[in-house]
C-alpha cells in the first residue's frame, strides 16, 4: 500500500519560511517523479514543483520560481519542500505527489497524501 505523509505545514508570518517533507512508503520511491501541488479555499489545485527520479530536472511555478526549492532524497525516501520569501497568497493545503512523468498536471500523478496547510500572515 502506498503511502505519502507530509509535515512541516504551519503559520508564519509574510517573509519568513518553512520547510515541507513527504515521506513515501509502498513504492520504488527512486523510480517515480515527486510534485508538490497545492489548492487554496476555493480555487483549483495548481502545479507548485516537481523533481526527476535523480533530481537532475527540477520545474516550478512561475508564482514560485526563486522562492521554493524542491529536493529529494532516494536513500531516505523523501522529498522536501523549502519555502522562502512567503507571501499571503502562498496559503494553502499543500500535497505531495508521485508519478511516471515530470509534468505539471495533477492527473498525471498516481499517488497522494493528505495535504499539510500552510498559513501565510501579512
Known amino acids: 500500500q502506498v503511502q505519502l505523509v507530509e509535515s512541516g505545514g504551519g503559520l508564519v508570518q509574510a517573509g519568513g519560511s518553512l520547510r515541507l517533507s513527504c515521506a513515501a512508503s509502498?513504492?520504488?520511491?527512486?523510480?517515480?517523479?515527486m510534485a508538490w501541488f497545492r489548492q487554496a479555499p476555493g480555487k483549483e489545485r495548481e502545479f507548485v514543483a516537481a523533481?526527476?527520479?535523480?533530481?537532475?530536472?527540477?520545474p516550478y511555478a512561475d508564482s514560485v520560481k526563486g522562492r521554493f526549492t524542491i529536493s529529494r532524497d532516494n536513500a531516505k525516501n523523501t522529498v522536501d519542500l523549502q519555502m522562502d520569501s512567503l507571501k499571503p497568497e502562498d496559503t494553502a493545503v499543500y500535497y505531495c505527489?508521485?508519478?511516471?512523468?515530470?509534468?505539471?498536471?495533477?492527473?498525471?500523478?498516481?499517488?497522494w497524501g493528505q495535504g499539510t496547510q500552510v498559513t501565510v500572515s501579512s
Open positions: 505527489a508521485a508519478g511516471p512523468s515530470l509534468l505539471r498536471v495533477s492527473g498525471s500523478y498516481n499517488y
Open positions: 523533481i526527476s527520479w535523480k533530481g537532475t530536472s527540477t
Open positions: 509502498g513504492l520504488t520511491f527512486s523510480r517515480y517523479v
